[in-house]
């Protein structure tokens, strides 16, 4: 059955959005309701692909591994590592901006989203759409091909969102520029990690 798509009869406005939250609703739950005919299954899944818990703790493992001594050339992959560096300033700074806008998330959202941490709470910006954006512009600037493939999965990550209910169009749009952001953070992170130690290869 899908979820309903009534409209609070009161949206709470966020005040550090202004008056463009209002708009910003309306156009969302026009999409949400235009777009009920997509799959949810095929929505579900780009929200598992999108998931923290899945973007965080695989390529952490990963880096333990290469930093094992099992590994033999004892040397770790400096792609790796900015990326989980991106993945932790990503996750610090959206935790931190919706814990500050605490925007709710569409009264329309089905009951069936999993919340991690109570800053999941909030909606604004998108998590997934900013961790979607960041590895696509992080990978792609790494030379990972092709590029487009990429920022689809990024674009459709984040436009699963408001078709599923979970978020406005402002928070996903807002996260993917968190993303391309901190995709060129960790780049500089990368660099500076490099010059400075001995267990890179870069």
Known sequence: MPPSTTSPS?????????????????????????????????????EVAGDGRIWLPVPISLLLLSASPANASGAVSPLLAGLVAGLVVDLALVG????LVRR???????????VAVAADHWSFPSGHS?????????????GFQPREALFLWAA????????????????VVAGAFLGVFE????????????????????
Do not use: E, I
């Open 183 to 202: 995709a060129w953070l960790s780049s500089l992170l990368l660099r500076f990690m490099c010059a400075q130690s001995t267990f890179l290869v870069c």
């Open 104 to 114: 709710p998330r569409p009264a329309y959202n089905a009951k069936d989203m999993y």
């Open 156 to 171: 459709a990550t984040s436009a699963s969102r408001v078709l599923l209910g979970r978020h406005y169009v402002l928070d």
């Open 10 to 46: 009161a949206p709470v406005k966020p005040a550090l959005l202004g008056g463009v939250a209002g708009l910003d609703a309306a156009v969302s739950l026009r999409l949400h309701a235009l777009f009920l005919p997509v799959p949810r299954l095929l929505l579900k899944a780009l």
């Open 96 to 99: 931190l901006v919706k814990v």
């Open 130 to 142: 900013s961790r979607a954006f960041l590895v696509a512009a992080f990978l792609a600037a790494g």
